[in-house]
């Protein structure tokens, strides 16, 4: 008998099967798609490395020969700005990976098999009835229908957010809608010109609310990005891949960077990608990661929010089945959306401006520094710095008010 049904093997799926199977629970993922497959989000943060670690993960990632990535690096016209994970407020890893993710998640789906738990490709989860004792769970492979009665089901579908659907779960985010254009490229950038050990984020020139992201590979491929609004993007004509290097062109330095740059694979659009949830959890199930709730690409967070997650609702489920007293809004929800809401905070900061007038502000505090920068680098959980949970929002506000007073 399944003990978890976890719907999805990406880094959430994958990372809650591992750490739930080695303790010796009889774990089933059901994943919609063939491994490997391409995703998005190729740029992790410090902590990833951290909660990889927790999970017995890491060596197997670490022997990949991913890209090293040390940090963040922030430009605007002549402005240039850089974050260095080990100069970082809170304690914890100071480096993380910048991966190729359709490697990535096949590793982690791996290494999850390893430790025992069953993987199953390219099955559909149709139906659930939460209604009685336990879940009943439809799923379709082909013309083939099961059912599956686990103690508890984990819904790491990311995107797909198959319970939010089946559930009626999904609500409307307060994001403005917002549309990226992404694809990887052979980037041909000559040595020296880039530091690849981090990502860049360029912002344009005279709109702080569209910029870019370049993701550079140990195989001297990258992964590149424009993020606008829906309006912005529509300003552009003809196929997605002439409107994406018509909105690097918007953007001069990374233009030239990109010179000698060509796509490696079609360029893909995602509009709208803002997503949340009426709730994170209920009678026999859990929602991971993106299946939740989805910010916005800028600060990378959303792997390490899927992580995360995962580790909450192993440890969780762990306790519930030893016969402990569990509560699954004090110590899966709230934690959750503690690290949740700092990374909102940021994302909101980015957009109104106050986050980025603090991030190129030249003299900046070095304390202060160091605390931005263990929010950058993932440590959004950690309660002893100032700029995580309910409060930063408005002590990032702030700061960004010190900042304009001083300039």
């Keep these: ?218 195989d001297g491929h990258a992964s590149l990005g424009v993020v606008a609004s829906q309006e912005h993007h529509a300003k552009f004509t003809g196929s997605n891949e002439e409107r994406l290097w018509q909105l690097i062109a918007e953007e001069p330095s990374l233009r030239k960077l990109l010179k000698d740059a060509h796509t490696v694979r079609p360029v893909g659009e995602i509009v709208g990608y803002a997503a949340k949830v009426s709730r994170l959890h209920g009678t026999g199930f859990a929602l991971l990661g993106n299946a939740a709730e989805f910010l916005d690409p800028v600060f990378s967070s959303g792997v390490t929010i899927a992580l995360k997650s995962a580790k909450l609702a192993a440890d969780l489920l762990d306790q519930q089945f030893r016969g402990e007293t569990t509560d699954w809004e004090t110590q899966f929800a709230e934690p959750l959306m503690y690290g949740v809401e700092t990374f909102r905070s940021f994302v909101d900061g980015w957009y109104n401006g106050d986050l980025q007038d603090v991030i190129f502000f030249e003299q900046k505090d070095p304390v202060i520094r160091r605390m931005i920068c263990s929010v950058l680098a993932g440590y959004a959980w950690d309660a002893k710095n100032p700029y995580t949970g309910p409060q930063s929002a408005r002590r990032l506000r702030a700061l960004a008010g010190t900042v304009r007073a001083v300039r």
């Design 1 to 218: 008998m399944v003990d978890v049904l976890i719907i999805g093997a990406g880094p959430a799926g994958s990372m809650a099967a591992a750490l739930l199977a080695s303790r010796g629970y009889e774990v089933l993922v059901l994943e919609k798609q063939q491994f490997p497959r391409f995703s998005i989000g190729e740029s992790l943060l410090a902590s990833t490395a951290e909660l990889l670690s927790d999970a017995g993960m890491l060596d197997a990632v670490m022997a990949c020969g991913f890209q090293y990535k040390n940090g963040a690096a922030f430009v605007r016209d002549d402005l240039y700005s850089e974050f260095n994970f080990a100069d970082k407020f809170s304690a914890g890893y100071p480096f993380t990976f910048q991966v190729q993710r359709a490697r990535f998640d096949q590793v982690l789906a791996n290494e999850a098999a390893r430790m025992g738990a069953t993987i199953r490709h390219e099955v559909e989860i149709t139906a659930i009835d939460i209604s009685g004792e336990r879940p009943v769970v439809t799923a379709k492979a082909g013309d083939e229908i099961t059912i599956h009665r686990p103690r508890f089901v984990l819904d790491a579908s990311g995107f797909g957010r198959t319970l939010p659907r089946l559930l009626d779960l999904e609500r409307p985010s307060d994001f403005p809608v917002r549309a990226a254009l992404f694809v990887q490229v052979k980037d041909n950038i000559v040595s020296g010109e880039l530091d690849r050990q981090k990502i860049r984020v360029g912002v344009h020139p005279t709109k702080g609310d569209v910029w870019s992201w370049l993701i550079p590979f140990s």
